[in-house]
C-alpha cells in the first residue's frame, strides 16, 4: 500500500478516536452569569486628551507637531503663567508629548474609586517612557467628565540608539497607569428602579433562552421568568434595593446548560490560521491537490566594445523561466468523518496552511463540510 495513504489512515483514526472519546462528555453546566448580563449594567468608554511630561528628549517635535505646542501654552495660561508671543512661537520642547488617555469605567462606578489608564501618543513622540501624564479629564460619550486621570507611566518595553543604529523591544509610544484614575461623577443607573429586570444573552439562542427561563422558574416558581426572543430573558423582581440585589445575585449562581454552538471553521486568511469549532463534519468526498510554482530568474549581462571600437557598453538581460508541478494528493474521506482527523491526516502528508485553506474552501463549495466557513 501506497506509504503517503498509510500515513493518512493512520492520521485520520487517531484524530477521530479521540473526538469520539471527547464526544461521549457530558455537556458542562455554566452559571446564568457566564451566558448573560443584566440589561443597562455596563461598562461605559472614556476618553481624553492631555500632556506627558519629563521625557529624555523624546517627546514630540514641535515644527512637525504643532497642537503638542499649543497644547502646552493653552495650559501655561490655565497656570496663570503668561508667556510672550515672541518665546511662544519659537518654544520647542523634546520632553512634552501629546497623549490620548483612554478607560473603562465600571458599572456602578462611584465618585473617589479608581480606575486603571491607557496612555498612547498621538504625535511623533518616539518613547513615553520616564514621563509624567498631567491632569486629564476623561470624558464619556455625552460629553461630561467622568474621571481625571493622572501619574508616572510604566512603559512595558524599552529602546536604545546611537550612531544610526538602534533597537527595541515592544512599543514605546504606549504606557499604562494602574489606577491612575479617579471618578469624579456616578453613571445614572435605572437598576434600583421598580419592574422586571431585563438579562440579554451574550450568543442569542432560542434553546439557551428556553433554558435559563425553566430553571429560574423552577427555582422561584412558574411566571418569574419569560424568554421573549432568543437574546432576551425577563424576569420578575422585588421593588426593593436590597432585596433586590439579592434576588440577582441568587439568580446569576443558577446553573444552566448552554445550547451546544454551532458548527463553524474560522479562517484567518492573512495569517493563514483556521480555528475549528466542535461538531464540524464531512460528508463524502474525495480531495486531489497539488501545487504549481512558477520560477523567474534574471541575469544581466555587460557587452563591453574594444577600447578604440566605436560601440557602447550594452546590459542585456537573461531569463529562465522554470514551472513545477507537484503530483496531485488524492484523498478520500468517508461519511461523517471529523474537521479534526481531516486536518490531522492532511498535516501528516504536509499540508501547508494556505493548501489547508484552499481545501476546506472547496470542500464547503462542493456541499462537503457541514459547518459555517467564516473568513476574517
Known amino acids: 500500500m501506497n506509504t503517503l495513504l498509510l500515513r493518512f489512515l ?6 477521530l478516536g479521540a473526538l469520539l472519546l471527547c464526544g461521549l462528555a457530558p455537556a458542562r453546566a455554566e452559571a446564568i452569569r ?38 502646552l501654552l493653552s495650559m501655561f495660561q490655565r497656570l496663570g503663567i503668561n508667556v510672550p508671543a515672541s518665546v511662544g512661537s519659537n518654544l520647542q520642547p523634546k520632553d512634552v508629548a501629546a497623549v ?30 520616564g514621563g509624567t501624564l498631567l491632569m486629564t479629564p476623561l470624558k464619556g460619550a455625552d ?4 474621571a481625571v486621570a493622572q501619574g508616572n507611566l510604566v512603559v512595558s518595553g524599552y529602546g536604545a540608539a546611537a550612531n544610526g543604529s538602534s533597537t527595541q523591544t515592544n512599543f514605546l509610544t504606549a504606557g499604562t497607569i494602574a ?21 440579554a444573552l451574550d450568543t442569542p439562542s432560542f434553546s439557551t433562552a428556553s433554558r ?24 420578575r423582581a422585588p421593588a426593593a434595593p436590597g432585596a433586590r440585589t439579592a434576588f440577582l445575585g441568587q439568580v446569576e449562581s443558577l446553573d444552566v446548560t448552554p445550547e451546544t454552538p454551532p458548527a463553524k471553521v474560522v479562517i484567518d486568511s492573512r495569517s493563514g490560521t483556521v480555528v475549528l469549532g466542535q461538531n464540524v463534519t464531512l460528508g463524502s468526498c474525495a480531495v486531489a491537490h497539488g501545487n504549481l510554482s512558477v520560477t523567474i530568474d534574471t541575469k544581466y549581462e555587460v557587452s563591453q566594445p574594444n577600447p578604440f571600437g566605436a560601440g557602447q557598453t550594452v546590459v542585456t538581460p537573461q531569463s529562465q523561466v522554470q514551472a513545477k508541478q507537484e503530483k496531485a494528493k488524492l484523498l478520500m474521506f468517508n461519511p461523517g468523518v471529523t474537521l479534526e482527523a481531516v486536518v490531522r491526516a492532511l498535516n501528516a502528508v504536509g499540508a501547508t496552511p494556505s493548501d489547508l485553506i484552499a481545501i476546506l474552501q472547496a470542500m464547503k463549495s462542493a456541499g462537503a463540510l457541514h459547518a459555517r466557513l467564516e473568513v476574517i
Request: a neutral charge; proline letters at 3%; one cysteine or more.
Open 34 to 71: 457566564d451566558v448573560a448580563s443584566v440589561e443597562g449594567v455596563r461598562v461605559n468608554q472614556l476618553v481624553g486628551y492631555g500632556l506627558v511630561v519629563g521625557l529624555a528628549g523624546t517627546g514630540d517635535q514641535a515644527t512637525q507637531v504643532p497642537y503638542t505646542t499649543q497644547s
Open 179 to 199: 489606577r491612575g484614575a479617579t471618578v469624579e461623577r456616578a453613571v445614572a443607573s435605572n437598576f434600583d428602579q421598580a419592574g422586571p429586570l431585563t438579562l
Open 10 to 15: 493512520r492520521a485520520a483514526a487517531c484524530g
Open 143 to 146: 460629553g461630561q467628565t467622568y
Open 100 to 129: 490620548m488617555v483612554t478607560a473603562n469605567l465600571k458599572p456602578f462606578a462611584q465618585p473617589g474609586q479608581r480606575l486603571d489608564i491607557t496612555v498612547s501618543a498621538v504625535g511623533n513622540a518616539s518613547s513615553l517612557a
Open 212 to 235: 435559563i427561563a425553566d430553571r429560574i422558574n423552577q427555582s422561584y416558581g412558574a411566571g418569574t421568568a419569560v424568554a421573549l426572543n432568543a437574546g432576551v430573558v425577563q424576569v
